[in-house]
């Protein structure tokens, strides 16, 4: 009866259907009608109902589903495998899963919600329903191990281009890897490496991008400094199309760094980071405390601070604070 009522609305496009119509088509009552339609919107369907004209279907759920995906995908290796869960503790625990299971790079694990889904310094990341992208992703590079945290660079300009030619957002990246627009964040990455004997074994990308999350989904401590992309743009974007434009561009940039190095990264990174020039403090997994104003990126990857005094180190692992927070990029790079 639901696939039947849902095909009759489907067929009369963005016409009513009259109760009675459907009741006699379906050969149910018409408030068993109503009961379903009642249940299609339970599941997400915006359904337009007029006491004279009927039903007319004016929206449907934002799902995912794989046939979406693979019609929109146009990568060569980035989201060939892919599994789609609903929901999950954490994407990172499958993707890590198929990882030791032998699982090729590219392998991607994609869910519609993490219960437990993990940020940056042992932080956790909301990840509601249907609302936004939680996905990982297996990488297999033949990189010597120091230079794992210039994967995360890689990773967050491969977000930062995809997600402003999407949205048409002025969004800038934050050290190490933090979106924002407008000093907000809207994404964030977490990469979490295997090595073995001092060789890296694999890494796993997570990515979360607040897409559509609505000012309810977050507590007010948070809406002072995150925002989705719809809040931030006025209007929803499509989570297939968004998650093809980043592995597209993943895939490239991965590509060029396996050519040319970290070099080609590093100036889209910097020309993409609202950190450089701005005042911050650095607090390190060990609970050091920097000040100073980044200047660069090493070629390792770290972030090249200047204290007071001019002396410049360099900084792999740290939590920043901005003494101002600033949203535009040195220079615009799409
Ligand atoms: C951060 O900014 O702290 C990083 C957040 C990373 C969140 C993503 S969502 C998909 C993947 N699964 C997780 O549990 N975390 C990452």
Redesign the pocket.
Known sequence: MRERLLGLLEDSDDRFVSGELLSRQLGVSRTAVWKQIRKLEDEGYTIEASRKLGYRLRGRPDQLTLPGLLTKLRTETFGKRIKLLDAVD???NVAQQLAEEGAPEGTLVIAEQ?LH????MG?S?I?PKGKGV???FILRPSIPLPFTPQLTLLAAVALCRSLRRLTGLDIGIKWPN?LLVGGKKIS???LESSAEEERLKYVIA???ISLNLDASDYSPDMLAKAVSLKLAAGRPFDRSETIAEFLHEFEELYRLYGQAGFDPIRTLWEALSVSIGKPCVLTTPQGLVIEGSPVGLAETGALLVKREGGKVVPVFSADMGMTQERDQPADRVQ
């Open positions: 954490s994407t990172q993490q889904g993990r940020g940056r932080r990341w990840s939680w996905m990982s933090d964030g990455i977490l997570g990515v979360g």
